[in-house]
């Protein structure tokens, strides 16, 4: 853990709170959710795409590097960072967005390339390549000093340095080198021998995590995708008063399953309108090059090795006799600057929404997607029909943003040192306090987005007619 080096807060999040609510009359009123047992519950429930969720810790093992910048030289810590998985496991990760501060204690949820600076970078698969073809997945340090020409060895600490500065030159094109010579060595070595590599998948995700229709017969699939051997299926918490029950595609009840297995939700006939939700469970190693993201404004991290972890998802049904039955999930899309929101209207009547006062209608039977844009940095928290989303976008490294002018802040000091809690609004200063040295940062935060005009665009005008 690193107390000597304080990172400057150089983008500011401002937060955006949206009133979602159903504007037509249905068996489900904005804000209260009616469940299958008759009682009520808030609209507070949160959406996640699943994964190994994980407690940031510190940098463990590092180096120093030199940032060449237009204000001058400056030296910043380079190496392995640590997190504890929730549920058990350890993750150890490198950093993107060198600029940006990662905050102790900050809370980590796997996220796919899409939802990062990685999903519009060119050289995401390059960092891919080096994190499978360097420290710790070499951890023959002596080997891997043989590949990059580097007499003498290299030591744990050159290792993780040469790594790190080698991963910002493609994350953020970013003009380091790394202090010590064995591992600058190795830094060009990583940078020159890269290649392209495909994107990992998930450790574990529910392809269709959110579904909706009549009760009496099944509502799904929800499919499995993961490399564990298999998962635990938990049903809904009231399941034994709702008397929905998780079963496979022979109508089953199922308590486990495996990658490809299909899941659905079995609601019986008589069951009032409601939701019910299932979850995963799994024991795995979380695959190199996942992404983690913070939803605080911590640096987005991504995965160098991991130890045997407790990875996590869930589902979400929806059903009612008639009326509208919305599916709705989220995602981010930093190719579009926004946040997806899928609908799918597996009923009978259309149904209308309403975000930052703007209407939107899915006919029975149509699936349409949403796009929210947003700034960069720009946190979002709204809910929908009892799916509460929240987040922030982080879709650029502060060097992209300065390069199509997003922002004119100056750096005064970059690094991916851990410091302390603290929060940012978009009309004041911050100051964190990291360890025992207690440092101060501050910085001016980039101001809130004025949602307005065409606001929500809808995007994904392909619709399916089918109807059940």
Avoid at 102 to 126: F, I, M
Avoid at 231 to 241: L, M
Avoid at 434 to 448: H, K, R, V
């Amino acid at each position: 853990m690193i107390s000597s080096f304080a990172a400057p807060f150089t983008r500011g999040r401002g937060a955006v709170r949206l009133a979602a609510g159903t504007l037509v009359s249905g068996v489900v009123a904005a804000g209260v959710v009616a469940t299958a047992a008759g009682t009520a519950v808030a609209d507070e429930t949160p959406q996640g795409q699943g994964g190994a969720t994980a407690t940031m810790g510190g940098l463990k093992t590092y180096g120093t590097a030199v940032l060449h910048a237009d204000g001058g030289d400056q030296e910043v810590p380079a190496g392995l960072f640590e997190m504890s998985v929730e549920g058990g496991g350890t993750l150890q990760t490198y950093c993107v967005d060198l600029h940006t501060p990662t905050q102790r204690d900050a809370k980590y949820g796997e996220t796919p390339w899409s939802g990062t600076s990685l999903g519009v970078n060119k050289h995401a698969g390059k960092v891919r390549w080096i994190l499978q073809n360097s420290y710790p997945q070499v951890n023959d340090l002596a080997t891997l000093a043989k590949k990059a020409g580097i007499g003498g060895g290299l030591s744990e600490q050159d290792a993780a340095a040469g790594t790190q500065v080698a991963i910002w030159r493609y994350s953020d094109g970013a003009d380091v080198d790394a202090v010590d010579p064995q591992a600058e060595r190795l830094a060009d070595y990583l940078q020159k021998a890269a290649r392209d590599a495909a994107e990992p998948r998930a450790s574990l995700t529910l392809e269709g995590a959110a579904v909706s229709g009549r009760p009496g017969a099944p509502l799904g699939p929800v499919t499995v995708r993961t490399d564990a051997s298999a998962v635990t299926v938990a049903p809904p918490p009231d399941a034994a008063i709702s008397g929905v029950r998780i079963v496979g595609k022979d109508g089953k009840a199922v308590t486990s399953a495996q990658d490809g297995s299909q899941l659905f939700f079995d609601v019986p006939a008589d069951a009032a309108a409601g939701t019910a939700e299932l979850t995963v469970q799994a024991s795995t190693t979380v695959p190199v090059g996942r992404a983690f993201t913070s939803e605080s404004r911590s640096q987005t991290q991504i995965l160098a090795g991991s130890s045997e972890s407790t990875v996590s998802a869930g589902a979400r049904a929806t059903w009612a006799a008639g009326g509208p039955i919305p599916a709705l999930s989220a995602a981010k899309n930093c190719a579009a600057n926004g946040v997806d929101i899928a609908a799918a209207n597996r009923g009978d009547a259309p149904f209308t929404f309403e975000l930052m006062g703007f209407e939107y209608t899915i006919p029975a039977g149509a699936s349409r997607t949403v796009t929210i844009p947003l700034q960069e940095d720009q946190a979002y928290d709204f809910t929908l029909r009892g799916t509460r989303f929240t987040g922030v976008l982080d879709c650029r490294t502060r060097s992209a943003e300065t390069r199509t002018g997003l922002t004119t802040q100056t750096l005064s000091q970059p690094s991916p040192a851990t410091v302390g809690g603290g929060s940012i609004t978009a009309t004041n200063l911050a100051e964190t306090g990291g360890s025992n040295a207690t440092p101060y940062i501050a910085g001016t935060a980039i101001g809130l987005v004025v949602i307005g005009g065409a606001a929500l665009v809808l995007v994904g005008r392909k619709e399916n007619e089918a109807r059940d």
